[in-house]
Every structure is written in structure tokens, then in C-alpha cells.
């Protein structure tokens, strides 16, 4: 059976027992509850695996597994973000895994290069724009946001994000750090309000004429959308003719002093693979890394797109350098 321990943040009184099964996985978690019970009910239904899971933000795992030590009981850490699997890598808390299965299924750089970690679901960052005020020939790049055309109309959620630090440190990475702090601040001063605390509000800004245009994940589009699909909002597909769509991971990497390290590897093998990638990008309407894999219908009807191939490890090592730069450039 699945096992769930509570969020991390409230385990105190919850231990996980003395003596773990030779049968068993614990996976700590910083993707909802409802985006991997279902898979792990499926996972224990046709293996006999039992799967203890703590959900939590990807801070306090990742302190909670620097406490632990050898003492953890985590075998797993699933989080979010390339920037927080390579802060977790660097660490010392993942353990590097040579997998073929893996390899065949995650394509390279969606992937640690030293396989500490590996994407199991893939995220657009890409751009709104209202359709009844703007048109998708009036668009064209990430960098093209920063030109005075966009004065007054560009909203942004928080630099405090990852996942706009993960964004601009992909820019550093493609135009080294000068060119990517002149983009950056021609994006603040092209602000409309100040940057909002979340993608939704910052869509439902653009969707009310406070902007015209906004930089978000898709997923939260998809959600914006299935609850009012008359909104007015729609996505368009940047830097086609250049670098791509920046895109970024959820993931997952085998901790250093997993106690089930062999059933760890086979849980996130099968995380991997046709059977388990639909619905586990499927659920966030998200895209799988398998590049055998669709994406669900909602997803699919977004149209295709040239992604980055950049390794998003990328978005990790240069992550320091991006927030001082989006600190210098007055971006909030």
C-alpha cells in the first residue's frame, strides 16, 4: 500500500518506522500530493512496492535531507525546477545513477550531465498575450520584450521565482551576462504594475488590459484555461528562428544514503518510461521527457514548438548569477 507521512512541515509526530521493508521506497517529494499518489497507487498495484512519501516545498526537503545525513530515510527526491536538482546535486545529497534505461528514456539535456538527476516531466516557459489586443505577428523573441514597443504592457511574476531565475540564466548562457542584464532591464522598464507573486495573477492581469503580454508556464495557463476557456488569452512559441522555447524539469535523483537504492532506481526507471510518463505530465499538463510519450489532448492542442536544447543543468549553475543580476537590473 501507499504510505503518505504528512507534509514535511508538519511531521513531527510521524515517524517513519524503525525497521524499513526490503520492499519499500520513501520518496521525499516537493510535487503535490495528487500529482504522484495516483502513480505510486499504480507502481505498488503491479509490483508489490510499498512507497512512504513526505510532500513539501523543495527548500525544506532539501534542509531536511542536509539534517539527516546518512540517517535519512529518503531514498527518492522528486522536486521541481532544474535549479533546485542541481542545487540538490551540488549539495552531495544525490547519488549518481548509470541507468541505460534512463539514458534511452531522458533525452541528454534534460538530464544531469554527472546523472545525479533526471527530468521525468518537461515545463514551457513561455510568452501570453491577450488575443484581442495583441496578434501573435506582433511577437516574436523573449529578447524582443525588452524593446520600447512593449512600454507600459509587459507583466512579470517576481524575480523571486525560480522559475524566471532558471529563464534569465539561460539568457546568461546564450548571451553572456552583459547582453542578459540589457534585457532584463529593458523588460523592467517596460513593466506595466509591479511583478506579481504568481503566474495566474499575472495572466489575470493581461487578461484584464492592466498588460497585453506576460512570460509564463504553460501548465498554469492550462489551468487558467480549463476554468474559463472564453479568458482571452493565448500562448505563442518565442525565438523559433533562434535558440527555442526555454523549457525546464521536474525530476528526480537517487539520494546519497538511500537505504532501498536498487528499488529506488526500478521506481524511478519506471517514472521514465511509456507506461507511467503520460500521466505523470499528464496531471500538471505538463510535457513527458520520453520522447516516445504524446502529451495529453489539452496539451497537444497548444501546437508543436522548437525547444532549447540547452542543458537545463545550465539553469542551475548560472542560477547565483541570475538573481544578482535580476537584483542589479531593479527587477523584483
Given at each position: 500500500?501507499?504510505?503518505f ?5 508538519i ?5 517513519l ?27 505498488t ?10 510532500t ?50 531522458v ?38 520584450l ?14 523571486k ?19 542578459a ?9 517596460n513593466?506595466?504594475?509591479?511583478p ?12 484584464a488590459?492592466q ?40 525530476g ?23 507506461e ?21 489532448e ?5 501546437g508543436?514548438?522548437?525547444?532549447d536544447?540547452l ?8 542560477q ?8 542589479r537590473a531593479?527587477?523584483?
Amino acid at each position: 500500500m501507499i504510505r503518505f507521512l504528512v507534509s514535511a512541515a508538519i511531521a513531527v509526530s510521524v515517524a517513519l518506522p524503525a525497521q524499513v521493508l526490503a520492499d519499500e521506497v520513501v520518496v521525499y517529494s516537493a510535487r503535490n500530493e495528487h500529482l504522484i499518489k495516483p502513480l505510486f497507487d499504480r507502481y505498488t498495484q503491479q509490483t508489490g512496492v510499498e512507497i512512504s512519501y513526505i510532500t513539501d516545498k523543495e527548500g525544506p526537503l532539501l534542509q531536511r535531507l542536509k539534517a539527516e545525513g546518512k540517517r535519512t530515510p529518503a531514498d527518492m527526491l522528486i522536486t521541481v525546477d532544474a535549479g533546485n536538482l542541481w542545487h540538490a546535486a551540488e549539495s552531495g545529497v544525490l547519488a549518481s545513477v548509470d541507468s541505460p534505461v534512463l539514458d534511452a528514456n531522458v533525452p541528454a539535456n534534460l538530464r544531469d550531465p554527472q546523472k545525479r538527476w533526471f527530468g521525468l516531466s518537461e515545463r514551457a516557459r513561455t510568452i501570453v498575450y491577450s488575443s484581442e489586443r495583441v496578434t501573435p505577428a506582433d511577437l516574436s523573441t523573449y529578447e524582443d520584450l525588452a524593446d520600447p514597443k512593449w512600454q507600459g504592457r509587459l507583466c512579470l511574476r517576481t524575480s523571486k521565482k525560480v522559475y524566471n531565475q532558471s529563464l534569465v540564466a539561460t539568457l546568461i548562457a546564450r548571451h553572456g551576462e552583459a547582453r542578459a542584464e540589457e534585457i532584463v532591464r529593458g523588460w523592467v522598464a517596460n513593466l506595466a504594475t509591479a511583478p506579481f507573486s504568481n503566474d495566474t495573477k499575472t495572466m489575470e492581469a493581461v487578461a484584464a488590459g492592466q498588460c497585453d503580454v506576460a512570460i509564463v508556464n504553460t501548465y498554469y495557463f492550462g489551468r487558467l484555461q480549463k476554468k474559463d476557456p472564453s479568458i482571452g488569452l493565448a500562448l505563442f512559441w518565442p525565438n523559433q528562428d533562434s535558440s527555442g522555447v526555454h523549457i525546464n524539469v521536474s525530476g528526480a535523483g537517487i539520494t546519497q544514503h538511500a537505504k532501498h537504492r536498487d528499488a529506488a532506481v526500478k521506481l524511478l526507471e519506471w517514472l521514465s518510461s511509456d507506461e507511467a510518463q503520460h500521466d505523470f505530465a499528464g496531471l500538471n499538463m505538463e510535457y513527458p521527457v520520453n520522447p516516445t510519450v504524446e502529451p495529453a489532448e489539452l496539451v497537444a492542442a497548444w501546437g508543436t514548438f522548437k525547444a532549447d536544447e540547452l542543458n537545463v543543468a545550465e539553469a542551475g549553475r548560472l542560477q547565483a548569477d541570475a538573481i544578482r543580476l535580476m537584483d542589479r537590473a531593479g527587477y523584483r
